[in-house]
C-alpha cells in the first residue's frame, strides 16, 4: 500500500524561508511530485523528483532521499501569495502514472 | 499551456439523480484521471483511463462510472447519487506511464448532493 505524511499546517514569515517535509511508504517508487494548490483552484505543478538529491526552481527547491522515504519542499524569500496548500505526491509504478497524494499541508504567509 | 477544462465549476443536484461531469483536455494526452478532495483526506483516485475506451478503477470507484468515448473527453457519472459524494471533484490528464511529465488539474466541480 502507500503511505504519505505531511503537516497539516504551517506558518510562516514573509520573506522566510520555509521547509515542507513529506514522508512516504510506498512499492515501486517512480518519482515525487509537489503541487501547490491555491484555496478553489486547481493543483498546479511545482517540481519532480526521480533522483535523490536537490532539484532548485527559482525560488522552490524540492530535495528528494529514496532510502529514508522523505523528501522536502523548500520556498526561499517567501511572498503573501505564497499562501497556499501544498501537496506532495507519490508515483508508483503500477497502473498508469498512478499518483498517490499527501493530505496536503496548508502554508501561511504572515506580514 | 495544458488546458484541462471541467464544465461545471459548481453543481447541485438530488439524492437519487444520475449526475454527469464533464472533462475536456486539449494536449492528446493518454491519460486521463478522476478524483475527488476531501478535507482531511486528499485527493483520492476515483479512476483513470490510459486509452480511448479503456478505464481503470482506483482506490474509490463504488458509487461511479466513468466513459472514454473520445481521447480528449473522460466523463465520471455517478449512478445514484447520494450525500456522500458531496465532494470538490477534479480532473486530471498527462502523459503516458514512464514520463516525468506531471498530471495537470482542471480547476473542480464542486457538487452537493442535496
Known amino acids: 500500500g502507500q503511505n504519505i505524511d505531511q503537516p497539516t499546517e504551517m506558518t510562516a514569515t514573509e520573506g522566510a524561508i520555509v521547509q515542507i517535509n513529506c514522508t512516504y511508504q510506498t512499492s515501486g517508487f517512480n518519482g515525487l511530485f509537489w503541487y501547490q494548490q491555491h484555496a478553489g483552484e486547481a493543483p498546479t505543478f511545482l517540481s519532480y523528483?526521480?533522483?535523490?538529491g536537490l532539484e532548485e526552481k527559482g525560488r522552490f527547491s524540492s530535495f528528494l532521499s529514496r532510502s529514508k522515504g522523505y523528501s522536502y519542499l523548500l520556498l526561499k524569500e517567501l511572498q503573501m501569495k505564497d499562501s497556499a496548500s501544498y501537496l506532495c505526491?507519490?508515483?508508483?509504478?503500477?497502473?498508469?502514472?498512478?499518483?498517490?497524494f499527501g493530505t496536503g499541508t496548508r502554508l501561511t504567509v504572515i506580514p | 499551456d495544458v488546458k484541462v477544462t471541467q464544465s461545471s465549476r459548481y453543481l447541485v443536484k438530488r439524492t437519487g439523480e444520475k449526475v454527469f461531469l464533464e472533462c475536456v483536455q486539449d494536449?492528446?494526452?493518454?491519460?486521463m484521471f478522476w478524483y475527488r478532495q476531501d478535507p482531511g483526506l486528499g485527493l483520492r483516485l476515483i479512476y483513470f483511463s490510459y486509452d480511448v475506451k479503456m478505464k481503470e478503477k482506483g482506490d474509490i470507484p463504488e458509487g461511479y462510472s466513468v466513459s472514454r468515448e473520445k481521447k480528449e473527453r473522460f466523463s465520471l457519472i455517478l449512478e445514484s447519487a447520494s450525500t456522500n459524494q458531496t465532494s470538490m471533484y477534479l480532473c486530471a490528464s498527462s502523459l503516458p506511464l514512464y514520463s516525468n511529465q506531471p498530471q495537470h488539474f482542471g480547476d473542480g466541480t464542486r457538487l452537493s448532493i442535496l
Open positions: 494536449m492528446d494526452h493518454e491519460n
Open positions: 505526491a507519490v508515483r508508483s509504478q503500477t497502473g498508469a502514472n498512478n499518483l498517490f
Open positions: 523528483n526521480v533522483l535523490d
